[in-house]
């Protein structure tokens, strides 16, 4: 199975790439950000529990969020590939995603596309998305400068000293356009796919 990962700040593009992979690819596109929405809208309990923190733009708790990857994986074992949107975002994280493929025997991290955007773009993006998509986390400006205040603190740096080769981890600017970008992507995965 192959597992391929889209890294970056928020409203960098990783959501529409996922998407544009899972329909050429037939890859299952999984979102932790998604998965929370959805149960915030269904008012379950993990949702009550996560809304807390998505409100104010910090991360959920790791054991939270890998228990919600866990129970995904999981279910998808028939498919060819999975694309990560929005895990890891911290160093555990990477950790758990190894554990959970060597326990299932579901392979390795193939491929990981950083996506490089500077602040003015990401504040631009999330506030012009927070207009049509209901996302309380892109409208406050408080909480979308919170969430690049976490990606910076937290996250961006997490694949120092991993034990990736560097040419598993594939930089790109996500300032290009959607099309520049997908096409780019789709040919590192055909590459990829060839050997
Ligand atoms: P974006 O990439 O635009 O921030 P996401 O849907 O990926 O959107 O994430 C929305 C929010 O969900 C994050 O700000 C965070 O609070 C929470 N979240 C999503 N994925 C994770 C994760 N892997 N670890 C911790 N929190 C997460």
Redesign the pocket.
């Known amino acids: 199975m192959i597992h391929i990962i889209l890294f970056g700040p ?2 960098c593009g ?1 959501g529409t790439q996922s998407k544009i992979i899972e329909k050429k690819f037939g890859f299952f596109h999984l ?4 998965i ?2 959805d149960h915030i809208k269904r008012k379950t309990s993990l949702g009550k529990l996560v809304n807390f ?2 409100n104010k ?4 708790p790791d054991q939270i ?1 890998t228990k919600i990857l866990v129970d995904k994986v999981k279910e998808l074992f028939q498919y060819k590939g999975i694309i990560y ?6 160093k555990n ?1 990477i950790l758990s995603l190894k554990k959970i493929l060597n326990r299932f025997s579901l392979g390795k991290i193939n491929l990981i596309f950083y996506f490089n955007l500077q602040k003015d773009l990401i504040i631009k993006r999330l506030l012009q998305r927070g207009k049509t998509s209901n996302r309380n ?1 892109d409208i406050n400006i408080n909480t979308v400068n919170r ?1 690049i205040e976490e990606y910076n603190k937290e996250t961006s740096l997490i694949w120092k000293n991993s034990l990736l080769k560097n040419n598993n981890i594939i930089m790109l600017n996500a300032s290009l356009s959607i099309k520049k970008i997908s096409v780019f992507i789709e040919k590192k995965i055909y590459d990829l796919m060839k050997n």
Do not use: A, C, E, H
């Open positions: 928020p409203g990783k979102s932790t950000g998604m929370f929405r923190y998505i733009g910090k991360l959920v969020t949107d929005g895990y890891p975002r911290t994280q986390d969430r």
